[in-house]
């Protein structure tokens, strides 16, 4: 199905108002990706090319890169979430909940959230069986957590034309890949709608720091700037706002801080909600008349 | 072999923690890397590509403009460390011996650690005979220095599945390609134990100005926030804190003043050790617990 005929467009300006709890304005859901990286495949991604460029293979450098993320960043970024008492989303590949089972068990020690993300980090269009490959990952999730994923964000947020269809039929409620408003939307799918979470690209560590490549500071910089935009404007109508995370970038010692300092500065507001994306979900289902979650 | 065959995975908060001599609370790894570029190769990086990005061979202005750094950048290293005392481990190609004598003979003079870096800047895969390549670069810088090399960083940190392999059985003691933690680990070979210390892709001036093209003062900063942050943790475990640089890179007018900011930061705080790789090595071999 075309993105088109999944959902009309609409203003957010010219929609009725939604209302957050207890008179909150703004709901923040943070996002920490843990994924694996297959050391016999190319590196999703790459701080150091090869000299004179080409890509052999194998990667090491990059793949040790990534892999300090989950021996040391992200113990160092538990602290943050430990100190602030927040309870973060933990998109993850599938197959690193066993890879990584110590980060997996710190997650769920702390009532974390559970995303699926994926089998491996490997894009959506590349797997061999889609609906395989979401099934696995959902079965890890549980089989570990006690608990089916009710939310789904795909590797670097790729899908096919029949991702949410799939996602819906494998009982997932929501997804984060499509990044287009500040607001939960209802998708149609061949079967019951799905709703997509305002998931980030401009708050994420992977395109700031990766892509875009600004220094560290400009995690802070920008997390403030969007923060107090969509307060702001939440004036008017509740706004979510995501924060994304990666070990291995924001848990590198030079980048924490930056990280640390933006939550701290969003939890000193009191009209502030930090939830997970199901909190958010249930919290959205329940304002829209006919569509309660069953 | 695969790297998760050769180590498990491991977090950090599961180990026990590693403790310096004096109670210190940090090292300090400065690592100089030396290439040899070719110049009937393309270059290993470059600084302005050529117009409609073709890549042209020969390569006379990226070619000289890595040459800079042998002919002045690496001087104004040299100034500076002997100003501190630091001694430095020395990354080299090993034909560097050969092609730039004065330059090798300097860091030999100044008590420099000199760790093989192959015989010149070339991704190792692209090397066709590997071992022999490995011996021939530490048999050259054993030659020249007077000792055999007990360290190794891949060129580009690159590495094949057989590279651990060829340079245990070459001799080599630990290697640096492997930025995966702040604390040295043991990795399995078929030759027996290696170890790993933690070289570093982040406070590294390749990646921090050429790939992601960071202002020159920015390399201050990222190393005073990394220091702070390892600094704290080092109350309460060992800590390692690698800063890789490179005479065409920081050795450059505008870049110099941040590097030594640098080590001024650093140096106002108690209980940092500045150590080369040898040091590390050894005293991690001795400090940790056995598993």
Redesign the interface.
């Known amino acids: 199905m075309l993105p088109t005929e999944r959902l009309d467009f609409s203003a957010i300006a010219q929609r009725p108002r939604l209302e957050l709890p207890d008179g909150a304005r703004l709901a923040v859901w943070v996002v920490v990706n843990v994924e694996e990286w297959d050391?016999?495949q190319p590196m999703p991604r790459t701080?150091?090319?090869?000299?004179?460029?080409?890509a052999?293979?194998?990667d090491?450098?990059n793949?040790?890169?990534h892999?300090?993320g989950?021996?040391?960043g992200?113990?160092?970024m538990l602290e943050v979430f430990d100190q602030q008492q927040i309870r973060a989303v933990l998109a993850v590949n599938g197959s690193a909940i066993a890879?990584?089972e110590?980060?997996a068990r710190a997650a769920l020690d702390r009532g974390w959230e559970f995303v699926g993300h994926g089998f491996t980090q490997k894009s959506m269009q590349r797997v061999d069986d889609e609906r395989d490959d979401i099934r696995k990952t959902a079965t890890a999730i549980r089989g570990f957590t006690g608990k089916g994923p009710r939310g789904w964000l795909g590797p670097g947020l790729t899908e096919t034309w029949e991702t949410p269809d799939i996602l819906v039929e494998e009982g997932f409620d929501y997804l984060c890949d499509w990044v287009l408003d500040d607001q939960p939307v209802l998708l149609k799918t061949r079967t019951r709608p799905i709703v997509n979470l305002p998931y980030t690209q401009e708050c994420n560590d992977v395109a700031m720091m990766l892509i875009q490549?600004h220094?560290?500071?400009e995690y802070y910089d920008r997390a403030i700037d969007q923060f107090q935009q969509l307060y702001n404007d939440a004036v008017r109508s509740a706004r979510i706002m995501a924060l994304v995370v990666h070990p291995y970038i924001m848990g590198?010692?030079?980048?924490?801080?930056y990280f640390r300092n933006a939550l701290a500065h969003i939890r000193e507001h009191r009209d502030v909600l930090f939830w997970t994306g199901e909190e958010i979900l249930d919290w959205y289902l329940a304002q829209l008349p006919g569509h309660r979650n069953t | 072999m695969i790297p998760r065959e050769r180590c498990a995975y491991s977090a950090i908060v599961d180990r026990p923690p590693l403790t310096l001599p004096n109670r210190a609370r940090l090292v300090v790894w400065t690592i100089v890397n030396l290439e040899f570029w070719d110049i009937s190769r393309p270059m290993a990086r470059q600084v302005l590509p050529a117009p409609t990005g073709q890549v042209l061979l020969p390569d006379v202005p990226n070619w000289a403009w890595h040459e800079y750094g042998m002919r002045v950048g690496v001087w104004r290293f040299f100034d500076l460390f002997a100003r501190l005392a630091i001694r430095p481990t020395l990354s080299i190609n090993a034909r560097v011996c050969e092609e730039y004598e004065r330059v090798a003979r300097a860091a030999r003079e100044a008590g420099w650690e000199f760790m093989g870096h192959a015989w010149e800047q070339m991704p190792i895969h692209k090397v066709e005979d590997q071992a022999a390549v490995i011996a021939r670069s530490l048999d050259t810088l054993e030659r020249f220095a007077g000792t055999r090399p007990v360290g190794w960083l891949g060129p580009g940190l690159t590495e094949t599945y057989e590279t651990p392999e060829l340079l245990t059985a070459a001799g080599v003691k630990y290697i640096g390609d492997w930025v995966y933690d702040d604390e040295p680990t043991e990795i399995r070979t078929t030759h027996g134990p290696l170890i790993t210390l933690p070289y570093t892709v982040e406070l590294n001036d390749i990646p921090m100005m050429l790939v992601q093209h960071h202002e020159s003062a920015y390399f201050t900063q990222r190393c005073i926030d990394s220091f702070e942050r390892l600094y704290r943790e080092g109350g309460e475990r060992a800590k390692i804190m690698a800063i890789a640089i490179h005479p065409y890179i920081s050795g450059q007018p505008h870049r110099i003043k941040y590097l030594e900011a640098v080590y001024e930061h650093i140096n106002r705080y108690a209980g940092v050790l500045h150590w080369d790789g040898v040091e590390i090595l050894d005293w991690y071999t001795s400090a940790r617990t056995p598993e």
């Open positions: 050391p016999t701080v150091l090319t090869p000299p004179a460029g080409s052999p293979m194998p090491i450098p793949w040790a890169w892999e300090y989950n021996r040391v992200f113990w160092r890879r990584y110590p980060v490549h220094k560290a500071s590198a010692p030079h980048r924490l801080k």
